[in-house]
């Protein structure tokens, strides 16, 4: 929010400077160090000036530029001082005042922003253009000092295509179970073998986020899916997910968030899954758009049919984000509550990255890569060795935005997982085409 109010605070200067009469002629260096500025090159700008501040700190033209230099090559606090020693000896300079205001934002600091902004537009000499382009900053720091306003946003997806393998099972026809080996091979089919079908799937979500306060927001939202498998209802599936939390911005704009989730799934149109949990993270922004992000999860999930299956899972997550790519990498335990079952508890590791790409006006290509390793605790009763799995799945397609916020997006997925117990061994792929509608609103 500070970010975006300081650059609309920019281009306001920009007009009322615009609107100025013209400042007294400057000598060679203010003169080289204002083209540097124009050029975007403020660091430069702020090498050539610095060195000279203690024979010019009582020039107020010098003060200015240099103020200007600090503030655009992340040097809030030199900015402030620099307009400051301007207005001590100009009070009425309307535009060094402006960029004080932008340059306390820089800093964090919005309430004195806000103030030094309220300033300039009691300026009676201001003209009326600018004057109704400050209303409008002095209207959105109110907004940013009650904490923001509320922001909702939401999608809905449908899609269709086709699967090789709806139920993720082997293609072998017949297995050997070490239990039973002396019966010989066993002959596998229906559920237990690959199943390829057409299929059609709906997902939508909604999320808000609201103040709570200045530092402080609450946050909440809703996911659903929905997937039928044409002629085999056995495999289909359909989740709702909630969330609910809060998240504190420190002064330094990191986040930290906490949250609660539950989600209950469906398979075959039967309750198979109940999972509850809570995820906490602390955000890091790095500037320009990206941010690295720590957190932990601790999750419980309970099988409706299969109680042997219950386990908790705790585990620990890095991932880097920008305005292209989301990479990540993560890690855990998931425990069997029940003894009997340790077979399913296992440790797992897995990393993701996932980009989208602008190739064309309205056309990105998007995409994504994983892979995950997973090493069971206790033998598989049936096989009587431990199950050790690495699945890596991949997806590459097109978001092609064809009206305002509707988007066509075909798709193709790969996914592979290697095992050492044939049965859980699979291969699978899909292809599907989707229209996707987003919004959002405050």
């Not at 660091?43 to 230099?69: C, F, H, T, V």
Request: proline share 3%.
């Amino acid at each position: 929010m500070t970010r975006s109010i300081c650059f609309t605070a920019g281009a306001a200067l920009a007009v009322m400077l615009a609107s100025a009469p013209a400042a007294a002629a400057m000598d060679e260096v203010l003169t080289r160090a204002v083209a540097l500025q124009k050029q975007g090159k403020a660091a430069e700008s702020y090498d050539l000036l610095a060195p000279l501040l203690a024979s010019r700190a009582q020039d107020a033209d010098y003060n200015y530029a240099l103020g200007l230099a600090a503030a655009d090559s992340d040097r809030s606090g030199e900015a402030i001082l620099a307009f400051q020693r301007v207005l001590a000896v100009q009070p009425g300079n309307s535009q060094a005042r402006a960029e004080l205001a932008r340059a306390y934002a820089l800093s964090g600091d919005v309430d004195t922003a806000r103030a030094q902004f309220s300033t300039v537009v009691q300026d009676p000499t201001l003209p009326d253009p600018v004057r109704q382009r400050f209303d409008s900053i002095v209207r959105r720091y109110d907004r940013a000092v009650a904490g923001g306003g509320t922001d909702v946003s939401g999608f809905f997806d449908l899609s269709g295509g086709y699967d090789s393998n709806i139920n993720s099972a082997t293609s072998l026809t017949n297995i050997t179970i070490p239990l039973f080996a002396g019966l010989g091979p066993g002959q596998l089919g229906g559920a237990a073998r690959r199943i390829d079908k057409p299929f059609y799937e709906a997902q939508g979500g909604l999320s808000i986020a609201t103040p709570a306060s200045r530092q402080m927001r609450v946050f909440g939202s809703v996911l659903g899916t929905w997937r039928d498998n044409v002629g085999d209802s056995r495999f289909d599936q359909a989740s709702l997910t909630g969330t609910l939390g809060g998240s504190y911005s420190f002064a330094s704009r990191d986040v930290l968030s906490l949250s609660g989730q539950v989600q209950k799934f469906w398979l075959g149109n039967d309750g198979f899954r109940n999972a509850y949990g809570a995820i906490g993270q602390y955000t890091h922004l790095l500037g320009n758009g990206a941010a690295l992000s720590l957190g932990a999860q601790l999750f419980r999930f309970d099988y409706v049919n299969d109680r042997l299956r219950d386990v908790d899972r705790y585990a620990l997550a890095a991932s880097y984000a920008d305005r292209t790519i989301v990479a990540s990498i993560a890690g855990g335990k998931e425990e069997a509550r029940r003894a009997a079952g340790d077979n399913f508890s296992n440790g797992f590791v897995n990393a993701n990255l996932g980009f989208e790409y602008s190739i064309a006006p309205s056309l990105n290509l998007v995409g994504g890569l994983s892979g995950e390793v997973r090493r069971y605790d206790d033998p598989d009763p049936l096989f009587l060795r431990k199950r050790r799995d690495e699945q890596i799945d991949a997806s590459v397609g097109l978001k092609y935005l064809v009206a305002k916020s509707v988007y066509l997006r075909p798709r193709v997925t790969y996914s592979r997982n290697f095992s050492n117990i044939g049965l859980y061994d699979f291969e699978r792929w899909t292809a599907s085409m989707g229209v996707r509608v987003e919004f959002r609103g405050n």
